[in-house]
């Protein structure tokens, strides 16, 4: 099956740990992104990557953190930084030709 | 800054009848909109999209609307079913790396 995980579908988290969430996709898509959705909120752009080695800060990138080091993945990371981190964490995969978003599943983390 | 709306009460129909939801952005002029359905836990899907250029698009039974001058866009289902229901978010294309989604409208049908 082509498409994008993410893994895993639920995650608890004690306050002040470090958690990273997995997303891997198997389209050959270049570019990769990550949004946290909250009740009520649309989706908000936390990292995003163009290309290998490469990637920005979307507009709530603080408290998080990224690495793309394979076209395939594209790992999160929940830093004891971000103040109020459970929410529901969704990974996409970006085509161009019609510009379309591809989503995983989701990661849904909660802080206990 | 740019900004998109979508009504954020609920939308309860009978099946059988038409569903519309609406979309408004202000502060920017996008060369589309998208619309995408969000299921409760899941990831959005990709529906439709349309060009600033095209006036309507469907797709079975999806019709999607795009007015430039009302800056509204307006996503239909007809003969609407109970597995329609779900939530569906518009989004445009907010400069060449992102796109911004609006909170998404719930649709639910009813038997």
């Known amino acids: 099956d082509g498409g994008i995980t993410q893994s895993p579908k639920y995650l608890f988290r004690k306050e002040g740990q470090n958690v990273t969430l997995s997303c891997e996709q198997n389209?050959?898509?270049?570019?990769m992104y990550w949004y946290r959705q909250d009740p009520g909120q649309g989706l908000r752009l936390i990292y995003y990557s163009q290309i290998v080695n490469d990637f920005q800060k979307g507009d709530i990138a603080e408290g998080y953190s990224v690495s793309r080091e394979k076209k395939e993945s594209f790992p999160l990371t929940v830093t004891s930084a971000q103040k109020n981190p459970t929410a529901f964490y969704l990974c996409?995969?970006?085509?161009?030709?019609?510009?379309?978003?591809?989503f995983g599943p989701g990661t849904r983390l909660t802080v206990l | 800054s740019q900004k998109i709306e979508q009504n954020s009460e609920a939308l309860n129909i009978q099946e059988g009848k038409t569903a519309t939801l609406t979309c408004n952005y202000t502060n920017y002029s996008p060369a589309y909109l998208q619309w995408y359905r969000q299921d409760p836990g899941r990831g959005p899907v990709f529906l439709l999209l349309i060009r600033e250029n095209e006036k309507e698009k469907r797709k079975e039974r999806l019709k999607v609307t795009f007015d430039t001058t009302l800056k509204q866009s307006l996503f239909h289902i007809t003969a609407s079913q109970p597995a329609d229901s779900a939530t569906y978010l518009c989004?445009?294309?907010?400069?060449?790396?992102?796109?911004?989604f609006g909170a998404g409208t719930r649709l639910a049908v009813h038997p």
């Open positions: 989004a445009f294309s907010g400069g060449y790396n992102k796109l911004i």
């Open positions: 389209l050959n898509h270049d570019a």
């Open positions: 996409a995969s970006r085509a161009w030709d019609p510009d379309t978003q591809y």
